[in-house]
Protein backbone atom coordinates (compact mmCIF):
# COMPACT_ATOMS: atom_id res chain seq x y z
CA UNK A 1 0.00 0.00 0.00
CA UNK A 2 1.03 3.52 -0.71
CA UNK A 3 2.70 5.53 2.45
CA UNK A 4 -0.67 7.53 4.22
CA UNK A 5 -0.89 10.82 3.44
CA UNK A 6 -3.03 12.98 6.09
CA UNK A 7 -5.40 16.03 5.70
CA UNK A 8 -3.12 18.02 7.96
CA UNK A 9 -0.35 16.29 10.47
CA UNK A 10 1.87 18.38 12.22
CA UNK A 11 5.03 20.32 10.47
CA UNK A 12 7.66 20.40 13.42
CA UNK A 13 10.39 22.75 12.47
CA UNK A 14 13.32 21.34 14.32
CA UNK A 15 13.45 24.05 16.90
CA UNK A 16 10.82 22.97 19.37
CA UNK A 17 13.46 20.77 21.36
CA UNK A 18 15.88 23.58 22.38
CA UNK A 19 12.43 25.35 23.88
CA UNK A 20 11.41 22.25 25.45
CA UNK A 21 15.02 21.01 27.11
CA UNK A 22 15.09 25.40 27.65
CA UNK A 23 12.00 25.17 29.79
CA UNK A 24 12.76 21.75 31.32
CA UNK A 25 16.28 22.96 32.32
CA UNK A 26 14.60 26.09 34.17
CA UNK A 27 11.96 24.02 35.90
CA UNK A 28 9.38 25.91 34.93
CA UNK A 29 6.59 22.88 34.60
CA UNK A 30 3.55 24.29 35.66
CA UNK A 31 0.79 26.89 33.97
CA UNK A 32 3.11 29.49 34.86
CA UNK A 33 6.56 30.36 33.29
CA UNK A 34 9.35 32.18 30.67
CA UNK A 35 8.12 30.42 27.53
CA UNK A 36 4.63 31.08 28.18
CA UNK A 37 5.31 34.78 28.62
CA UNK A 38 7.27 34.97 25.94
CA UNK A 39 5.14 32.88 23.52
CA UNK A 40 2.17 35.43 24.21
CA UNK A 41 4.89 37.76 23.42
CA UNK A 42 5.72 36.54 19.60
CA UNK A 43 1.91 35.57 19.25
CA UNK A 44 1.31 39.75 19.92
CA UNK A 45 4.11 40.58 17.82
CA UNK A 46 3.02 38.61 15.11
CA UNK A 47 -0.35 40.08 14.80
CA UNK A 48 0.94 43.71 14.88
CA UNK A 49 3.08 42.90 11.29
CA UNK A 50 0.33 45.00 9.84
CA UNK A 51 -0.76 47.86 12.01
CA UNK A 52 -3.91 49.73 11.46
CA UNK A 53 -4.42 53.17 14.20
CA UNK A 54 -7.89 52.39 14.84
CA UNK A 55 -6.83 49.19 16.50
CA UNK A 56 -5.06 49.34 20.10
CA UNK A 57 -2.48 46.58 21.01
CA UNK A 58 -4.35 43.05 21.64
CA UNK A 59 -3.35 41.25 24.81
CA UNK A 60 -3.11 37.35 24.51
CA UNK A 61 -4.30 34.82 27.17
CA UNK A 62 -2.68 31.34 25.79
CA UNK A 63 -4.98 28.58 27.16
CA UNK A 64 -4.89 25.15 26.73
CA UNK A 65 -7.39 24.86 24.26
CA UNK A 66 -9.44 26.88 21.47
CA UNK A 67 -12.77 25.73 23.06
CA UNK A 68 -11.63 26.86 26.16
CA UNK A 69 -10.75 30.43 24.49
CA UNK A 70 -13.82 30.50 23.07
CA UNK A 71 -16.18 29.60 26.78
CA UNK A 72 -14.00 32.58 28.36
CA UNK A 73 -14.74 34.92 25.79
CA UNK A 74 -18.61 34.25 25.93
CA UNK A 75 -18.09 34.50 29.71
CA UNK A 76 -16.46 37.81 29.56
CA UNK A 77 -18.94 38.96 26.99
CA UNK A 78 -21.72 38.17 30.22
CA UNK A 79 -23.14 35.61 28.29
CA UNK A 80 -25.15 33.43 30.56
CA UNK A 81 -28.01 31.29 31.23
CA UNK A 82 -31.72 31.71 28.70
CA UNK A 83 -29.26 34.07 27.01
CA UNK A 84 -29.38 34.25 23.26
CA UNK A 85 -26.19 34.02 21.06
CA UNK A 86 -26.56 34.08 17.02
CA UNK A 87 -23.72 31.39 15.78
CA UNK A 88 -22.37 30.78 11.99
CA UNK A 89 -23.95 27.16 11.27
CA UNK A 90 -20.96 26.45 8.70
CA UNK A 91 -18.53 25.84 11.36
CA UNK A 92 -16.97 22.87 13.46
CA UNK A 93 -19.31 22.13 16.44
CA UNK A 94 -17.00 23.63 18.74
CA UNK A 95 -17.70 27.43 17.83
CA UNK A 96 -21.31 26.33 19.43
CA UNK A 97 -20.67 24.15 22.28
CA UNK A 98 -19.85 27.00 24.73
CA UNK A 99 -22.91 28.46 24.37
CA UNK A 100 -24.39 25.85 25.63
CA UNK A 101 -22.17 25.48 28.67
CA UNK A 102 -23.41 28.94 29.54
CA UNK A 103 -26.59 27.82 29.55
CA UNK A 104 -27.14 30.50 26.61
CA UNK A 105 -29.53 29.52 23.46
CA UNK A 106 -27.14 29.44 20.09
CA UNK A 107 -29.24 30.60 17.05
CA UNK A 108 -27.57 29.77 13.71
CA UNK A 109 -26.80 32.15 11.12
CA UNK A 110 -26.43 30.50 6.89
CA UNK A 111 -23.25 31.73 4.81
CA UNK A 112 -23.08 33.86 2.22
CA UNK A 113 -21.45 32.45 -1.08
CA UNK A 114 -18.30 34.76 -1.28
CA UNK A 115 -16.39 33.79 1.57
CA UNK A 116 -18.21 30.55 2.91
CA UNK A 117 -18.78 32.14 6.25
CA UNK A 118 -21.76 34.33 7.78
CA UNK A 119 -24.28 35.87 5.27
CA UNK A 120 -24.59 39.70 6.83
CA UNK A 121 -28.07 40.01 5.44
CA UNK A 122 -29.17 36.96 6.94
CA UNK A 123 -27.17 38.00 9.94
CA UNK A 124 -29.33 41.22 10.26
CA UNK A 125 -33.05 39.35 9.24
CA UNK A 126 -31.90 36.78 12.03
CA UNK A 127 -31.46 40.02 14.58
CA UNK A 128 -34.57 41.68 13.71
CA UNK A 129 -36.82 38.85 14.06
CA UNK A 130 -35.09 37.94 17.32
CA UNK A 131 -35.58 40.97 18.78
CA UNK A 132 -39.43 41.24 17.48
CA UNK A 133 -39.69 38.19 19.59
CA UNK A 134 -38.05 39.35 23.07
CA UNK A 135 -34.93 37.44 22.28
CA UNK A 136 -32.36 40.09 21.99
CA UNK A 137 -29.01 38.49 21.35
CA UNK A 138 -26.50 39.10 23.29
CA UNK A 139 -23.50 38.07 21.23
CA UNK A 140 -22.44 36.95 17.81
CA UNK A 141 -19.79 34.07 17.18
CA UNK A 142 -18.86 34.46 13.48
CA UNK A 143 -15.81 32.24 12.13
CA UNK A 144 -13.32 32.30 9.55
CA UNK A 145 -13.98 28.72 8.09
CA UNK A 146 -11.28 27.10 6.53
CA UNK A 147 -8.65 30.62 6.88
CA UNK A 148 -10.93 32.21 4.86
CA UNK A 149 -11.85 35.98 6.36
CA UNK A 150 -15.49 36.39 7.01
CA UNK A 151 -17.35 39.76 5.80
CA UNK A 152 -15.27 41.73 8.78
CA UNK A 153 -16.92 45.48 7.85
CA UNK A 154 -20.48 44.35 7.16
CA UNK A 155 -20.61 41.97 10.10
CA UNK A 156 -19.07 44.25 12.31
CA UNK A 157 -21.37 47.30 11.03
CA UNK A 158 -24.68 45.54 11.48
CA UNK A 159 -23.31 44.31 14.86
CA UNK A 160 -22.34 47.97 15.33
CA UNK A 161 -25.87 49.11 14.43
CA UNK A 162 -27.73 46.90 16.80
CA UNK A 163 -24.88 47.40 19.47
CA UNK A 164 -23.84 43.37 19.83
CA UNK A 165 -20.37 42.26 20.82
CA UNK A 166 -18.56 40.23 18.77
CA UNK A 167 -16.61 36.84 19.48
CA UNK A 168 -14.27 36.65 16.28
CA UNK A 169 -13.10 32.61 16.19
CA UNK A 170 -9.99 32.68 14.13
CA UNK A 171 -8.97 29.23 14.99
CA UNK A 172 -8.90 28.20 11.84
CA UNK A 173 -7.23 31.83 10.64
CA UNK A 174 -3.78 32.73 11.59
CA UNK A 175 -2.03 34.73 9.60
CA UNK A 176 -5.03 35.28 7.24
CA UNK A 177 -5.68 39.46 6.89
CA UNK A 178 -8.39 41.51 5.63
CA UNK A 179 -8.00 44.76 4.54
CA UNK A 180 -4.16 44.15 5.42
CA UNK A 181 -5.12 43.54 9.16
CA UNK A 182 -4.62 40.48 11.11
CA UNK A 183 -7.32 38.13 11.53
CA UNK A 184 -7.82 38.03 15.34
CA UNK A 185 -7.85 42.13 15.97
CA UNK A 186 -11.42 42.47 14.59
CA UNK A 187 -13.71 40.90 17.82
CA UNK A 188 -14.45 42.35 21.30
CA UNK A 189 -12.63 38.95 22.17
CA UNK A 190 -11.13 36.73 19.35
CA UNK A 191 -9.53 33.07 19.55
CA UNK A 192 -7.05 30.88 18.17
CA UNK A 193 -6.63 27.09 17.97
CA UNK A 194 -3.24 25.45 17.83
CA UNK A 195 -4.88 22.00 17.87
CA UNK A 196 -2.35 19.08 16.03
CA UNK A 197 -4.20 19.38 12.64
CA UNK A 198 -3.73 23.58 12.60
CA UNK A 199 -1.46 25.34 10.62
CA UNK A 200 1.48 25.81 13.78
CA UNK A 201 0.35 23.44 16.84
CA UNK A 202 0.89 23.56 20.15
CA UNK A 203 -0.48 19.32 20.69
CA UNK A 204 -3.32 21.43 21.97
CA UNK A 205 -3.78 24.43 23.04
CA UNK A 206 -5.67 27.90 22.02
CA UNK A 207 -5.58 31.73 22.65
CA UNK A 208 -7.62 34.41 23.91
CA UNK A 209 -7.34 37.91 22.62
CA UNK A 210 -8.47 40.69 24.30
CA UNK A 211 -8.53 45.05 23.84
CA UNK A 212 -6.66 45.28 27.09
CA UNK A 213 -4.54 44.66 29.74
CA UNK A 214 -7.58 45.14 32.21
CA UNK A 215 -9.77 42.92 30.29
CA UNK A 216 -7.02 40.12 29.88
CA UNK A 217 -6.46 40.00 33.96
CA UNK A 218 -10.16 39.53 34.55
CA UNK A 219 -9.74 36.44 31.90
CA UNK A 220 -6.69 35.23 33.75
CA UNK A 221 -7.98 35.11 36.79
CA UNK A 222 -11.31 32.97 34.91
CA UNK A 223 -8.73 30.75 33.64
CA UNK A 224 -7.41 29.61 36.95
CA UNK A 225 -10.06 29.13 38.99
CA UNK A 226 -11.15 32.56 40.15
CA UNK A 227 -8.81 32.84 42.69
CA UNK A 228 -8.68 36.50 44.32
CA UNK A 229 -5.14 37.98 44.10
CA UNK A 230 -3.04 38.00 47.11
CA UNK A 231 -5.60 35.78 48.94
CA UNK A 232 -5.51 32.65 51.11
CA UNK A 233 -7.39 30.67 48.38
CA UNK A 234 -10.40 33.20 48.55
CA UNK A 235 -12.85 32.37 45.71
CA UNK A 236 -15.73 34.60 45.00
CA UNK A 237 -16.71 33.29 41.77
CA UNK A 238 -16.71 30.43 39.95
CA UNK A 239 -13.56 30.01 37.79
CA UNK A 240 -11.95 26.64 35.35
CA UNK A 241 -8.48 25.17 34.66
CA UNK A 242 -8.07 26.99 31.35
CA UNK A 243 -4.00 28.08 31.21
CA UNK A 244 -1.74 26.77 29.10
CA UNK A 245 0.96 25.15 30.22
CA UNK A 246 4.70 26.16 29.71
CA UNK A 247 5.95 23.41 28.17
CA UNK A 248 3.42 23.39 25.46
CA UNK A 249 3.94 27.03 25.10
CA UNK A 250 7.96 26.12 24.61
CA UNK A 251 6.33 23.87 21.56
CA UNK A 252 4.65 26.80 20.59
CA UNK A 253 8.10 28.81 20.60
CA UNK A 254 9.25 26.23 17.86
CA UNK A 255 6.41 26.54 15.76
CA UNK A 256 5.67 30.36 15.89
CA UNK A 257 9.15 30.84 14.72
CA UNK A 258 8.69 28.93 11.26
CA UNK A 259 4.65 30.09 10.56
CA UNK A 260 5.11 32.35 7.63
CA UNK A 261 7.12 29.59 6.41
CA UNK A 262 3.88 26.95 6.94
CA UNK A 263 1.64 29.62 5.40
CA UNK A 264 3.39 30.47 2.36
CA UNK A 265 3.42 26.33 1.98
CA UNK A 266 -0.13 26.00 2.08
CA UNK A 267 -0.97 28.91 0.09
CA UNK A 268 1.33 26.96 -2.91
CA UNK A 269 -0.10 24.21 -2.52
CA UNK A 270 -3.97 25.60 -3.09
CA UNK A 271 -2.17 27.28 -5.91
CA UNK A 272 -1.20 23.87 -7.48
CA UNK A 273 -4.01 22.25 -7.19
CA UNK A 274 -5.68 24.68 -8.96
CA UNK A 275 -2.96 24.27 -11.25
CA UNK A 276 -4.34 21.23 -11.98
CA UNK A 277 -7.32 21.14 -11.69
CA UNK A 278 -9.12 24.29 -12.33
CA UNK A 279 -11.85 23.89 -14.33
CA UNK A 280 -12.84 20.49 -13.21
CA UNK A 281 -13.71 21.50 -9.74
CA UNK A 282 -14.54 24.86 -7.61
CA UNK A 283 -12.04 26.47 -5.32
CA UNK A 284 -12.81 29.43 -2.62
CA UNK A 285 -11.44 32.30 -4.06
CA UNK A 286 -10.35 35.34 -2.26
CA UNK A 287 -12.12 38.34 -2.48
CA UNK A 288 -10.34 41.68 -2.99
CA UNK A 289 -9.93 42.21 0.57
CA UNK A 290 -8.64 38.87 1.36
CA UNK A 291 -5.79 36.84 2.34
CA UNK A 292 -6.89 33.27 3.09
CA UNK A 293 -3.64 31.23 4.98
CA UNK A 294 -5.37 28.07 2.89
CA UNK A 295 -5.07 26.14 5.86
CA UNK A 296 -7.24 23.70 4.04
CA UNK A 297 -7.67 23.73 0.35
CA UNK A 298 -11.43 22.66 -0.05
CA UNK A 299 -13.37 22.22 -3.47
CA UNK A 300 -16.78 21.99 -4.82
CA UNK A 301 -17.73 19.15 -7.09
CA UNK A 302 -20.79 18.71 -9.57
CA UNK A 303 -22.77 16.27 -6.71
CA UNK A 304 -22.80 14.72 -3.70
CA UNK A 305 -22.17 11.16 -5.33
CA UNK A 306 -18.76 12.34 -7.02
CA UNK A 307 -17.64 13.58 -3.56
CA UNK A 308 -18.22 10.63 -2.28
CA UNK A 309 -16.95 8.65 -4.98
CA UNK A 310 -13.64 10.83 -4.88
CA UNK A 311 -13.73 10.58 -0.99
CA UNK A 312 -13.48 6.65 -1.30
CA UNK A 313 -10.99 6.27 -3.74
CA UNK A 314 -8.81 8.76 -2.20
CA UNK A 315 -9.24 6.29 0.84
CA UNK A 316 -8.48 3.34 -1.14
CA UNK A 317 -5.38 5.03 -2.12
CA UNK A 318 -4.20 5.64 1.53
CA UNK A 319 -5.05 9.59 1.42
CA UNK A 320 -7.01 11.15 4.09
CA UNK A 321 -9.49 13.39 2.80
CA UNK A 322 -12.61 14.98 4.57
CA UNK A 323 -15.96 16.31 3.83
CA UNK A 324 -16.96 20.24 4.43
CA UNK A 325 -18.20 21.11 8.10
CA UNK A 326 -22.03 19.84 8.44
CA UNK A 327 -23.93 22.94 9.21
CA UNK A 328 -24.53 23.38 12.68
CA UNK A 329 -28.24 23.44 12.16
CA UNK A 330 -28.44 20.29 10.27
CA UNK A 331 -27.00 18.55 13.93
CA UNK A 332 -28.76 16.63 15.62
CA UNK A 333 -28.21 18.53 19.00
CA UNK A 334 -29.41 21.25 17.53
CA UNK A 335 -32.36 20.10 15.12
CA UNK A 336 -35.01 22.13 17.72
CA UNK A 337 -32.73 25.34 17.16
CA UNK A 338 -33.97 28.46 15.37
CA UNK A 339 -31.82 28.87 12.25
CA UNK A 340 -31.80 31.55 9.43
CA UNK A 341 -30.81 29.41 6.27
CA UNK A 342 -30.22 30.15 2.38
CA UNK A 343 -29.20 27.02 1.34
CA UNK A 344 -25.68 28.06 1.05
CA UNK A 345 -24.15 25.75 3.93
CA UNK A 346 -26.20 23.07 3.12
CA UNK A 347 -25.20 23.17 -0.85
CA UNK A 348 -21.34 23.18 0.27
CA UNK A 349 -21.91 20.11 2.96
CA UNK A 350 -23.36 18.08 0.17
CA UNK A 351 -20.87 18.63 -2.57
CA UNK A 352 -17.98 19.89 -0.54
CA UNK A 353 -14.68 18.41 0.44
CA UNK A 354 -10.93 19.58 2.09
CA UNK A 355 -8.16 17.95 0.89
CA UNK A 356 -4.98 17.19 1.87
CA UNK A 357 -3.04 20.25 2.92
CA UNK A 358 -0.26 19.80 5.31
CA UNK A 359 2.39 21.99 4.60
CA UNK A 360 5.03 19.65 4.58
CA UNK A 361 3.44 17.70 1.67
CA UNK A 362 5.42 16.99 -1.71
CA UNK A 363 4.97 17.48 -5.30
CA UNK A 364 4.59 13.54 -6.33
CA UNK A 365 1.84 13.60 -2.85
CA UNK A 366 0.24 16.25 -4.40
CA UNK A 367 0.23 14.14 -8.20
CA UNK A 368 -1.01 11.46 -6.12
CA UNK A 369 -4.17 13.08 -5.19
CA UNK A 370 -4.75 14.86 -8.06
CA UNK A 371 -5.00 12.01 -10.37
CA UNK A 372 -7.99 10.66 -8.06
CA UNK A 373 -9.78 13.38 -8.23
CA UNK A 374 -9.31 13.87 -12.26
CA UNK A 375 -10.28 10.34 -12.93
CA UNK A 376 -13.28 10.74 -10.92
CA UNK A 377 -14.50 13.82 -12.03
CA UNK A 378 -13.73 13.10 -15.26
CA UNK A 379 -15.41 9.61 -15.34
CA UNK A 380 -18.73 11.24 -14.34
CA UNK A 381 -18.62 14.33 -16.86
CA UNK A 382 -17.84 12.08 -19.74
CA UNK A 383 -20.84 9.98 -18.99
CA UNK A 384 -23.44 12.54 -18.55
CA UNK A 385 -23.91 11.51 -14.34
CA UNK A 386 -24.39 13.53 -11.22
Known amino acids: MNPKIYLSQPHVSGNEVDFIKKALDSNWLAPIGPSLDEFEKELQLFLLQFPNNKFKTPSLLALNSGTSAIHLGLRMLGVSKGDVVICQTFTFIASANPIVYLGAEPVFVDSES ?56 SAEAIGSRYDNISCGMFGDYSVFSFNGNKIITTSGGGVLICKSKKLREESLCLATQAQEKHSNYSHTDIGYNYRMSNIIAAIGLGQISVLED ?44 VKNKIISDLKSENIESRTLWKPLHSQPIFKNNIAYLNGVSDDLYSRGLCLPSGSNLTETELLRIIKVIKKNVEFYNSKGLQ
Open 114 to 169: ETWNMCPDKLEEAIIHLKSIDKIPKAIVTVHSYGMPYNVNRIHEIANKYNIKVLED
Open 262 to 305: RIIARRKIFDFYKKNLGGLVTFLEEPLNCYSNRWLTCIIVKSQN
